[in-house]
């Protein structure tokens, strides 16, 4: 019984070693020089700065705005997002307050909730009262001043 469980223990060691092994292998040759790895980020950066250029003609219309005529509270979000990948937060805010604290709220709740995080409430309920105000705020402040 004993050899049983020792041998099945030895495998898994024997595995575990032999996908380290193979993962550094091939970190090692996919990875031969520093310079490789600057330039390949660059490139990825350049390319993913040219999609997002390109994604203006393919955002989805506010169907409450089509209908109505009237901003939705949610309204700008898409066009901030892309602006906040782009780098331009002050225009990303401009255009909807609230990106950054819905992105947080959904990263964080995401990460706690598919986790299952104790406590998680604690964290996640003011982030979403606040996230409320903010959204809020932004559409009143739309509403009545612009």
């Not at 060691?13 to 996919?30: A, C, F, G, P």
């Not at 997002?52 to 939705?72: A, E, M, Q, S, V």
């Not at 782009?86 to 255009?95: D, K, Q």
Request: proline letters at 7%; one cysteine or more; aromatic letters at 12%.
């Amino acid at each position: 019984m004993h050899s049983t469980r020792g041998l099945q223990q030895r495998k898994l060691r024997d595995l575990q070693t032999l996908s380290l092994r193979t993962i550094r292998d091939l970190i090692i040759i996919t990875i031969p020089d520093p310079r490789f790895n600057q330039r390949m980020i660059l490139m990825i950066l350049c390319s993913l700065s040219d999609i997002l250029n390109r994604l203006h003609p393919f955002l989805i219309p506010c169907p409450f705005k089509k209908i109505t005529g009237i901003d939705c509270p949610g309204c700008g979000f898409q066009r901030s997002v892309i602006e906040l990948l782009n780098g331009h937060f002050a225009e990303s805010f401009r255009l909807y307050p609230a990106t950054i604290p819905l992105l947080c709220l959904f990263a964080s709740s995401s990460v706690l909730y598919g986790y299952k995080v104790p406590g998680k409430h604690r964290f996640i309920q003011p982030l979403m009262y606040f996230t409320g105000y903010v959204i809020f705020l932004s559409y009143l402040y739309k509403m009545v001043i612009i």
